[in-house]
């Protein structure tokens, strides 16, 4: 298992979710969630273990849990750049 962390943009309260593009370098993965109750949080981590088909326990939200700004950790077998594809892919 490898754990690998990663910088992320959110945009919540989008029509759907699903990755869209990059912002300030940082992958961004737009959100039908709104930025309330933590939702956007849970939408993103379920987003991801969907993607990477993962558990939903794999992914740790370590950083900017109230920001759009976040950074994740992802224990997976996957690579780092291998991770980076299915997420934008």
Not at 27 to 49: S, V
Not at 54 to 79: A, C, E
Request: aromatic share 8%; no cysteine.
């Amino acid at each position: 298992m490898t754990i690998a962390k990663f910088p992320i943009y959110v945009q919540p309260g989008a029509k759907q979710t699903g990755f869209a593009g990059y912002f300030a370098g940082k992958i961004k993965i737009k959100l039908n969630a709104p930025a309330q109750d933590n939702k956007a949080n849970q939408e993103l981590i379920i987003f991801l273990a969907k993607k990477l088909n993962i558990p939903k326990n794999n992914i740790t939200l370590i950083q900017g849990s109230t920001n759009r700004h976040k950074v994740v950790s992802i224990d997976s077998d996957y690579s780092a750049a291998e991770i980076i594809k299915k997420i934008t892919g």
